[in-house]
């Protein structure tokens, strides 16, 4: 098979663009690494003692699953939540996982022994792509009773990204 010159150059362009997108990717999905920014923000909203500010991260009608069953929704929901509730000293946060296949987190074993509560939960109704984000938080707080926390538990957090917007947080379980 013989190609022109043409046809040379417009396949050199091809694999050039497609060698470049790959090293901008670095091998990521698409969107994981602003929504490791976003993590980082929340982090240091937390540090800066601006936990209401992280609200701003969620949409209007997300839903934040907490421990022992308390259930938030809406995104004035949340600021009351996140400013009424902790007075946080720190929060550190470890990713474990990003992806879009809520199936390749159902296979990890030590997922479903936290988060087997939420598979009827997770089925979301594919208006937008979502990605999850599977995590570690560790908590250093006082609460509104003046009893200090030091909590660590995983959390899961179904990320969407509405046409002309930013990423923002669906839903937040925290296990």
Do not use: H
Request: glycine share 8%; net charge negative.
């Amino acid at each position: 098979m013989t190609f022109n010159l043409s046809s040379r150059i417009l396949i050199t362009a091809i694999l050039q663009g497609c060698m470049v997108l790959a090293g901008c990717q670095g091998g990521e999905m698409l969107g994981s690494v602003e929504i490791e920014r976003l993590s980082r923000q929340m982090v240091q909203q937390f540090a800066d003692q601006r936990p209401v500010d992280n609200s701003d991260m969620f949409s209007d009608t997300a839903i934040l699953f907490a421990p022992g069953g308390y259930r938030a929704q809406g995104k004035e929901v949340i600021r009351a939540y996140w400013g009424r509730y902790m007075f946080p000293e720190r929060l550190e946060w470890e990713t474990i996982l990003i992806t879009e296949d809520l199936g390749e987190l159902e296979r990890k074993p030590d997922f479903l022994s936290v988060f087997e509560y939420i598979r009827p939960l997770a089925l979301a109704d594919d208006e937008m792509p979502s990605l999850y984000q599977w995590a570690r938080w560790r908590i250093v707080a006082e609460r509104e009773d003046a009893v200090n926390v030091d909590e660590k538990f995983p959390v899961l957090l179904e990320w969407v990204q509405p046409a002309g917007s930013g990423w923002q947080i669906r839903r937040l379980w925290m296990g």
